[in-house]
């Protein structure tokens, strides 16, 4: 809705710098609309796929929306899990990573698709981490709770998938979970999807900008030999270099994103609830997930409400616009920024 109805001035990047959260997409009122227009294609098919499943009608025009937007919203009490289903779980599980994909992706299929613009760092990173976190998620599942062995990978890969593209989606109580999956989807909430898309948490671009940065400075350190190349992504299949300010960029915000994340789990911890679910509350409230360990339920206090909207305003929003709003609204930086600006 932002991008057709400010047309050029949506604020995501333009394709120049992977990392960064500012810019702008460079679309017109009709690419904004070919956008609506291939959203709205993955809906439909959604739609038809759910229906085809035995959902029913109703129920597959609700969770398809939800799904593509990843709002996590079901019709049914029992979440995904009321369906007992597995073609749901899968159907559902491709209009998750539909919605965390970026944007700039379905503006570049809007204009027209074209191969060369499938490498991208994203999907890496994200294949990689959600192959080591299911690993690690489906051994715990096998040691501490009884079911056979593609059980407990179907519910494995399943929340990992919501957790990573921030829907929110489930089919069990992430409360009767063992602690260890509770750890892996807190991790993959922080994480999230893929920059510029409907997911939110830290993002994967930046993931993969820290991880190139860091390899890049290991072999350094590990090499006789001083190597002055910079680090390399690929990005919308163009290898990009990596600048200072990029990583930099990517170092504040994950560091800003993690201490947001830890004042809320200590808030949450002030009202009384365990470190681990008040750890698992707050990231799903900072990452727009909608996942619960029953913190945020009726008849919570104030406190614990408000420190919930604070946590859901600024992981929807983004941390660096909320804080410059807030700082904006200073009368000493008002009239600073009015001196300093140019005639």
């Known amino acids: 809705m932002l991008a057709f109805s400010r047309s050029a001035t949506f604020a995501v990047p333009s394709g120049g710098s992977p990392g960064r959260g500012e810019g702008r997409l460079g679309v017109d009122g009709k690419e904004a609309l070919k956008i609506f227009a291939v959203l709205g294609v993955y809906i439909l098919l959604g739609i038809l796929a759910y229906g085809s499943a035995g959902t029913g009608w109703f129920d597959a025009f609700v969770l398809s929306i939800s799904a593509v937007t990843t709002g996590g919203f079901s019709s049914r009490s029992g979440n995904i899990g009321a369906f007992a289903s597995q073609p749901v779980e899968l159907i559902t599980m491709a209009l998750m990573i539909l919605g965390s994909v970026s ?161 809320g789990t200590a808030a949450l911890s002030a009202t009384g609830a365990s470190l681990q679910d008040s750890a698992f509350e707050f990231a799903s409230l900072l990452g727009n997930n909608g996942f619960s360990s029953g913190i945020m339920a009726r008849g919570a206090s104030g406190f614990t409400l408000w420190s919930g909207t604070i946590g859901m305003i600024l992981g929807r929003l983004e941390i660096y616009y909320v804080i410059l709003a807030i700082v904006s609204l200073a009368p000493r930086f008002g009239r600073r920024a009015r001196a300093e600006r140019p005639l």
């Open 103 to 263: 944007l700039l992706f379905h503006a570049r299929i809007a204009r027209g698709f074209k191969p060369r613009i499938v490498p991208h760092c994203e999907v890496r990173s994200s294949l990689v981490t959600l192959a080591i976190f299911f690993m690690l998620s489906f051994l715990a599942l096998v040691v501490a709770v009884e079911g056979t062995v593609a059980a407990n990978a179907r519910v494995s890969i399943f929340h990992l998938v919501s957790a990573l593209s921030a829907t929110g989606f489930q089919t069990i109580d992430p409360k009767t979970a063992p602690p260890l999956f509770l750890i892996l989807l807190v991790f993959s909430m922080l994480i999230g999807g893929s920059a510029m898309s409907l997911a939110g948490g830290i993002k994967q671009a930046r993931l993969a900008i820290l991880f190139q940065d860091f390899k890049r400075h290991l072999r350094i350190r590990s090499s006789e030999k001083r190597i002055l190349g910079a680090a390399r992504v690929a990005y919308m299949g163009v290898c990009r270099e990596l600048g200072d300010s990029d990583v930099s960029e990517a170092r504040r915000f994950a560091l800003l994103y993690l201490t947001c994340f830890a004042l």
